[in-house]
């Protein structure tokens, strides 16, 4: 489902909070005859949409649009936090998978934030991020 049906997705309408000047953003060559990628689209330091979690390495910022060229873009890589429903997951990603590419951008200091966690993320696995809150 488009959380954007009559707008598309917006230019870092992932983004809750990064760190800052321009700490968590890094540019990134995408390859050419790269299909358009939305932003939110998780990718590897290739440039490519990560084709499974331990490939991730950032989420793209805006939208990269098909070319025959290799094009720059900018990613989140590090010290942020981001909507997990406004990521573009690849198609077909279960629970099971989105749990894999959170845990794998926690480790890039990204902190994947959810309305309703995936099965997986309620009490099984926790986050670098998730601290427990000391009692009052």
């Known amino acids: 489902m488009d959380p954007f049906p009559l707008t598309g997705v917006r230019t870092a309408g992932f983004l809750l909070s990064e760190a800052n000047g321009e700490r968590s953003r890094a540019m990134f060559s995408v390859p050419a005859n790269t299909d ?3 932003p939110g689209t998780i990718v590897a330091a290739d ?3 990560a084709a499974s979690a331990d490939e991730a390495a950032g989420i793209l910022y805006g939208t990269v649009f098909e070319s025959t060229a290799v094009q720059n873009a ?3 890589a590090r010290d942020a936090e981001v909507h997990g429903e406004l990521l573009q997951w ?5 629970d099971a998978d989105k749990t894999a590419y959170a845990v794998q951008l926690a ?3 990204i902190a994947v934030r959810w309305t309703d ?3 997986g993320l309620e ?4 986050l670098a991020d998730d601290l427990p809150i000391p009692p009052p």
């Open 117 to 119: 966690r995936p099965t």
């Open 74 to 76: 900018t990613v989140i």
């Open 90 to 94: 690849p198609e077909g990603a279960v």
């Open 107 to 109: 480790t890039l200091g």
């Open 36 to 38: 358009t990628m939305k």
């Open 47 to 49: 440039g490519t949409p």
């Open 123 to 126: 009490t099984d696995e926790v």
